[in-house]
């Protein structure tokens, strides 16, 4: 079992933690690639319907581990494309929400990590930044695909400086959805993907499908793609279940059938 990446599942929600802290979470060659198979294995959990990705000892990532040297037995080309990109892909693929529980640091390829998932809380004490410019470097880890789309120019001017962003200025940017107090961080944080986990499984792969689909599509091809994924929807037992509950006045019990 992976010490530098730690992974639990604990009422539906699988619990991925990057366990680097005294390097603020850099991301060292095997640190990337067990990340990568623990975002594999909680796509094949069943006991999971959504996964929260964060960091240990109060830093989210802090980027890729400049000082690690040489990844052992792998080319470096082979570090970048099968476990840097493989782990952003991972992420976006997983037919489940993924939730970046921001704690301090987000920098370089950390911050990258963030945006790449689907929905990002951050403690009172996240700090983001796109640090790349600073090292004479090029964004990547899918930030210019997924900054402008969130950040509009603000990410635009967050990239080109390099300059960090505390919680507040990232959550009037767009880069994160809400802003919690870092005492109750921990527990607003399991509060949050503990309520998303109730909903139906099916419906929350779906819907995330079909915002990524969205993404590249006319509005024809977006009004077609959801007519198809809603007819599938509607053949299901939780889609049964639902209506019953609501018309029942009490709480679902979906199967994920």
Not at 15 to 33: C, G, K, Q, V, Y
Not at 42 to 61: I, W, Y
Not at 88 to 117: E, H, M, Q, T, Y
Not at 143 to 163: N, Q
């Amino acid at each position: 079992m992976s010490k530098v990446v730690l992974s639990e599942t604990r009422n539906r929600v699988r619990w991925i933690t990057i366990n680097r802290p005294e390097r603020r979470n850099a991301l060292d060659s095997e640190t990337i690639f067990s990340l990568k198979d623990a975002l594999g294995e909680a796509a094949r959990d069943s006991d999971s319907r959504v996964l929260v990705l964060t960091g240990a000892g109060g830093a989210f990532c802090s980027g890729a581990d400049l000082r690690a040297g040489r990844s052992e037995g792998r080319p470096p080309g082979d570090v970048m494309e099968d476990g840097f990109n493989g782990v952003i892909r991972a992420i976006w693929n997983l037919p489940k929400p993924v939730i970046a529980a921001v704690d301090g640091v987000a920098a370089g390829f950390g911050c990258s990590l963030a945006l790449a998932c689907d929905v990002r809380l951050a403690s009172s004490k996240a700090r983001f930044s796109l640090i790349f410019v600073q090292r004479a470097l090029t964004i990547d880890g899918g930030a210019s695909y997924l900054l402008p789309r969130l950040a509009g120019l603000k990410g635009v001017e967050m990239a080109l400086t390099g300059e960090a962003v505390d919680a507040e200025q990232a959550e009037r940017m767009g880069l994160v959805n809400r802003v919690v107090s870092h005492d109750a961080f921990p527990v607003c944080s399991a509060e949050y993907a503990e309520k998303m986990a109730r909903q139906a499984p099916l419906a929350l792969a779906a819907i995330k499908a079909s915002l990524h689909h969205a993404l590249e599509s006319s509005l024809d091809e977006v009004l077609s793609y959801e007519m198809a994924e809603q007819r599938k929807m509607a053949r299901t037992a939780d889609f049964r279940e639902g209506l019953s509950a609501f018309l029942e006045k009490r709480e679902p019990r979906y199967s994920g059938r």
